[in-house]
């Protein structure tokens, strides 16, 4: 059995976004359920503190009794013992935004991630908002180093386009020239696409939110508003 994964394009925690988030909270089996907000990405410029107090507030806003912050802003906090089990334990891990790179990196191979993949073989919500978002794929462009790097791969053959609204859309051309086999995920801000469970053959997705999103192969694109549903595997 394997959980659900939540993309989202940026500026989380707000307005339409309740739309998926209360969906994750129901496939994470309800408001009782363990929620854990991972604000690592947003410690580089030390606003992990803001960002993870910002995602519990959120989701307690939409009625969740049993959010926290689990506080795994380096690569020691990513293999602490405590932090790891806790995170075990969770049916919806939320990643926000903030520093893909210091994101991947911190994660990569520590005990915290895989403690995140297996509560996500249990059927947990794998969460992630721009940078979190990013990282969840197998390749994601850092905006730090102009280039497409390694991400996490819980989802193969992917690379997401946050904020593609405003900026993300001026990467589709670059990346497609660069990993043309990849599938280009463009997510506009405050919408996100959830894994909604499995189709006949492959993965339903819903987008929902305040935008569209857009998927990218061999650089044609086809654009899904919020409230349609579509089966992906983003195999080549």
């Not at 988030?21 to 606003?47: C, H, Y």
């Not at 009794?65 to 020691?76: A, E, F, T």
């Not at 915290?112 to 721009?130: D, F």
């Not at 670059?174 to 053959?201: K, S, Y």
Request: glycine share 12%; proline share 6%; aromatic share 8%.
């Amino acid at each position: 059995m394997s959980g659900y994964i939540l993309l989202e394009g940026g500026a989380e925690f707000g307005g339409l976004m309740s739309v998926p988030d209360r969906r994750a909270l129901e496939l994470a089996g309800g408001l009782e359920s363990a929620v854990s907000i991972i604000p690592t990405a947003a410690a580089p410029d030390n606003n992990h503190q803001r960002a993870g107090n910002n995602g519990v507030r959120w989701f307690q806003s939409l009625g969740a009794r049993n959010v926290s912050v689990v506080p795994v802003i380096d690569q020691v906090s990513a293999s602490d013992l405590q932090l790891a089990e806790q995170l075990r334990h969770s049916r919806l891990i939320y990643l926000p935004g903030g520093f893909p790179g210091f994101l991947a990196e911190t994660l990569r191979g520590s005990l915290c991630w895989q403690a995140m993949l297996e509560a996500y073989e249990q059927g947990a919500v794998l969460a992630g908002s721009s940078a979190g978002a990013m990282v969840l794929c197998q390749s994601y462009f850092d905006p730090a180093r102009a280039q497409l790097t390694e991400g996490l791969n819980l989802l193969p053959n992917t690379c997401v386009l946050p904020h593609h609204n405003a900026s993300g859309r001026n990467w589709s051309r670059l990346l497609t020239g660069q990993a043309p086999d990849l599938v280009l995920i463009g997510i506009d801000e405050r919408t996100g696409l959830l894994d909604d469970g499995p189709g006949a053959r492959k993965r339903s997705w819903r987008v929902s939110g305040q935008g569209n999103v857009t998927l990218y192969r061999q650089g044609q694109p086809v654009v899904y508003p919020a409230g349609e549903q579509f089966d992906d595997t983003f195999l080549p």
